[in-house]
C-alpha cells in the first residue's frame, strides 16, 4: 500500500473530522457528526489496513522498525481517542482538538516516506518498546488538548464573554479529570518505554553503546521523563496544581512531545 497515499488521505480524513467537530460546535449542524465519523472511520480504517498488510508481509518487527510506521501508529491512536472522545457526552468540543493533532501528525508522515528501518530495533520483544511510547504519547497529547481546551473555556468564562461555546463544551471539571487521568496512564508506559530503551542500549556493542547515549533523542527522552515525574507528582499529590495549574502543566507537556517528534527528524541519526 502506497505511504504516500495512507499519509494524504489520513491526513485529509482527520482535517475533515476537525472541521466538521468544529461545525457542529458552533453552528449546531445535524450532519457535522455524522461526516465527522465517516472522514474520522476512513482514515483510521485505511491506516489499520496498512498496519495489517505490512504485518503480514514483513512481520511485527520489521513493521515498527520504521519511524513512518511508529508515527502513523501515533496518529492512528490520536483519531482513535477523539472518536471515543467524540462519543462521549461528557466531553463535548475535545474531538475537534484530538483530530486538530491527528491531522499534523498524519501529514507529518510526508517527511519520513521512504526512510531507512532503524537497525536497532531487531529484537521482536522490542516492538513493546515502540508501542509504549507510542500509547504514551496518545495519553499526553490528550491531556494536553483537554489542558488546552480547559484553559480557553476557563478564560471565556472568567472573562464573562457572551458565546455560544458555553453549554455546548464539556465542563471544566470534565476536561481536568480527563487530563489528569490520561496523564497518570500515560507516565508508566512512558517509563516502560525509557527502560526497554536502556535495556537494549545495554545490549549493544561497547562502541555502540557510546554513540546511544550521546544520542540527542535519549537525552532529551530522559529529561522528558524527569519533566514528566514532576509533573504527575504535583498533579497527584498536591491540589493546589489541579484545575488551571494542572491544564497548564498538561498543555506544556505536549509541546514537549512535539519537540520531541523534531528531535526525531532532525536531530537524531540513530533513530531514523
Known sequence: MNELLVSLIGGIGFAIAA??????????????PVILRIAAVIAIGLNCAYFTR????????ELFRHNFDSTLLLATLVGLVGIGVHLSSALRGLDGFLFIVATIIGFSLLSVIHQPSNTFMDRPWFVSHTLAFALSATCFISSGAAGIAYLIMHNVLHKKRPTT???????LESLERFGRWTLTIGFPLFSYGILTGVCGVAHTENAERAAWLSDPLVIFSLITWLIYTVMVLCVLLRPQFRGRRAAMLAASGMVIIVVGFLVIDFASTLHR
Not at 472541521?19 to 457535522?32: C, G, P
Not at 505490512?54 to 518487527?61: E, F, K, R
Not at 461555546?165 to 465542563?171: E, I, K, N, Q
Open 19 to 32: 472541521i466538521a467537530s468544529y461545525m457542529h460546535l458552533r453552528r449546531q449542524l445535524s450532519w457535522a
Open 54 to 61: 505490512t504485518a503480514y508481509t514483513q512481520g511485527t518487527t
Open 165 to 171: 461555546l458555553v453549554g455546548h463544551v464539556a465542563p
